[in-house]
């Protein structure tokens, strides 16, 4: 058998693009009538008829921003009635991106052959597991539609954070650029300048003045070593970040350094009472959520203490008693869990505590917010100073003399 592309009209005139195993074209072209739909064109699969995203070199995970309009599109098709092979044509022509526009065809296309949908879902291997196992339990339990929306929500709580986050590093790092351009500018040509003209006057130089030469000369006559050497260290970094070691080590740090632990502890608390709660009303077993809930928060470290949870659970154990056995989750966390348990309001309070830390989550990245500024305006100024400090000293000595 070969793969072979295709593209069809449907009985509303919509263009079904897809791939098929079939021997030959003829057998494709009848598989089509089969299927009540008009073929338009066949041929085998190449790389010009293959999207690049396919290729594993090209082929970008889903964001949660996507993530979102799908499930928003998703919720639409299911709630509406729609078919579902014209569902996910409708979904795969809205969207701009190729990838998700590609992915989609060939999601009908497994739909058309036959396929569940949580089943054509997972052949992708595109999307999260949180995403997989959700649609399996609402194709189960017969609301997707409303587990679309709840997912919906996650997502675009999830990326509008992310946006967050990101919109207040966008400053600092602005300014720190900017500083650096500027003193690498000022130490490669304008202090040399200074330089020259202070040792035509044999003056005496102040320490301050002394270092900032000694470095702009250093810096002129061995620039190429430098540029080279943090190329290299970069790159070391970025080899090391990736590796399982780096990850171990950044996952460290992210539990244990001061002023990263408290706000990452505080969004790993959050993400797992959200996702536990959709995931519970969903129906999905609790020891199945807990194995989501480590590919979600994604540490190292934590992933320990998850598999010791799902040990001890899986073994009949109260999932609040052996929370309250490890360091890294809030005890609110756990007597909102154990509370759930005793009463039967499971999902209800894990509901409550999310929206509790997320407005902990918030008002302390609107604090970092307001901080960040100031602190930067700061460093920004006292380095300029040194700089002007550094060459005024010896310029009004000199004035004073003459």
Same mark, same amino acid.
């Given at each position: 058998?070969r793969?072979?592309?295709?593209?069809?009209l449907d009985?509303?005139n919509?263009?079904?693009k897809?791939k098929?195993?079939?021997?030959?074209k003829?057998?494709v072209?009848e598989?089509?009538?089969?299927l009540?739909?008009?073929p338009?064109?066949?041929?085998k699969?190449?790389i010009?008829n293959?999207?690049?995203?396919?290729?594993?070199?090209?082929?970008?995970?889903?964001s949660?921003k996507e993530? &979102?309009? =799908?499930?928003k599109?998703?919720a639409?098709?299911f %709630?509406?009635?729609?078919h @579902?092979s014209?569902? *996910?044509?409708?979904?795969?022509n809205?969207s701009?991106?190729?990838?998700?526009?590609?992915?989609?065809?060939?999601?009908?296309?497994?739909?058309l052959?036959?396929?569940?949908?949580?089943?054509?879902?997972e052949?992708?291997?595109?999307f999260?597991?949180?995403?997989?196992?959700?649609?399996?339990?609402?194709?189960?339990?017969?609301?997707?539609?409303?587990?679309?929306?709840?997912l919906s929500?996650?997502?675009?709580?999830?990326?509008?954070?992310?946006?967050?986050?990101?919109a207040?590093?966008?400053?600092p790092?602005?300014?720190v650029s900017m500083?650096?351009?500027?003193?690498?500018?000022?130490?490669? &040509?304008? =202090?040399?300048i200074?330089?020259d003209i202070?040792? %035509?006057?044999?003056?005496? @130089?102040?320490?301050? *003045?002394r270092?900032l030469?000694?470095?702009?000369?250093?810096?002129s006559?061995?620039?190429?070593?430098?540029f080279?050497?943090?190329?290299?260290?970069?790159?070391l970094?970025?080899?090391?970040?990736?590796s399982?070691?780096?990850?171990?080590?950044?996952?460290?740090?992210?539990?244990?350094?001061?002023?990263?632990?408290?706000i990452y502890?505080?969004?790993?608390?959050?993400?797992f009472?959200l996702?536990?709660?959709?995931l519970?009303?969903a129906?999905v077993?609790?020891?199945?959520?807990?194995?989501?809930?480590?590919?979600?928060?994604?540490n190292?470290y934590l992933?320990?203490?998850?598999d010791?949870?799902?040990?001890?659970v899986?073994?009949?154990?109260?999932?609040s008693y052996?929370?309250?056995?490890?360091?890294?989750f809030?005890?609110?966390?756990v007597?909102?869990?154990?509370?759930?348990?005793?009463t039967?309001y499971?999902?209800?309070?894990l509901?409550?505590y999310?929206?509790y830390?997320?407005?902990?989550?918030?008002?302390?990245?609107?604090?970092?917010?307001k901080?960040i500024?100031?602190?930067f305006?700061?460093?920004?100024?006292?380095?300029?100073?040194?700089?002007?400090?550094?060459?005024?000293m010896?310029?009004?000595?000199m004035?004073?003399?003459?």
């Open positions: 058998m793969e072979f592309y295709f593209k069809a009985k509303s919509n263009i079904i897809g098929i195993l079939k021997n030959n003829q057998e072209v598989y089509i009538k089969i009540e739909m008009i338009v064109d066949v041929k699969s190449n010009i293959t999207n690049l995203e396919n290729i594993g070199l090209f082929k970008k995970p889903i949660s993530l &979102f309009f =799908i499930c599109q998703l639409f098709v %709630s509406s009635g729609m @579902l014209k569902g *996910t044509t409708f979904i795969a809205q701009k991106n190729k990838n998700i526009k590609n992915i989609f065809n060939k999601i009908n296309t497994c739909i052959q036959g396929e569940s949908f949580s089943a054509a879902i052949s992708q291997n595109a999260p597991n949180l995403f997989i196992s959700m649609v399996k339990a609402s194709e189960a339990s017969g609301e997707i539609s409303e587990i679309m929306e709840i929500k996650y997502y675009q709580n999830k990326y509008m954070k992310s946006d967050k986050i990101l207040s590093l966008l400053y790092l602005f300014i500083m650096i351009l500027v003193v690498i500018l000022a130490l490669v &040509f304008v =202090i040399p200074y330089a202070f040792a %035509s006057k044999d003056a005496e @130089l102040p320490l301050s *003045t270092v030469i000694n470095f702009s000369a250093f810096l006559d061995n620039y190429l070593y430098l080279a050497f943090c190329l290299i260290l970069s790159t970094f970025f080899r090391f970040f990736k399982e070691k780096g990850k171990l080590f950044f996952d460290y740090l992210k539990l244990n350094v001061f002023f990263v632990k408290n502890l505080k969004n790993v608390n959050y993400r009472s996702v536990l709660s959709i519970y009303k129906g077993g609790i020891t199945e959520a807990l194995e989501i809930l480590k590919e979600i928060i994604n190292k992933e320990k203490s998850l010791n949870l799902v040990s001890e899986s073994q009949g154990c109260q999932l052996s929370l309250s056995q490890t360091k890294y809030d005890p609110l966390l007597s909102m869990i154990e509370l759930g348990e005793e039967g499971f999902s209800e309070t509901d409550n999310s929206k830390i997320d407005f902990e989550i918030e008002t302390q990245i609107n604090k970092i917010n901080l500024e100031p602190i305006t700061i460093i920004v100024g006292v380095l300029m100073a040194f700089v002007l400090i550094a060459l005024l010896p310029s009004i000595k004035t004073s003399i003459f």
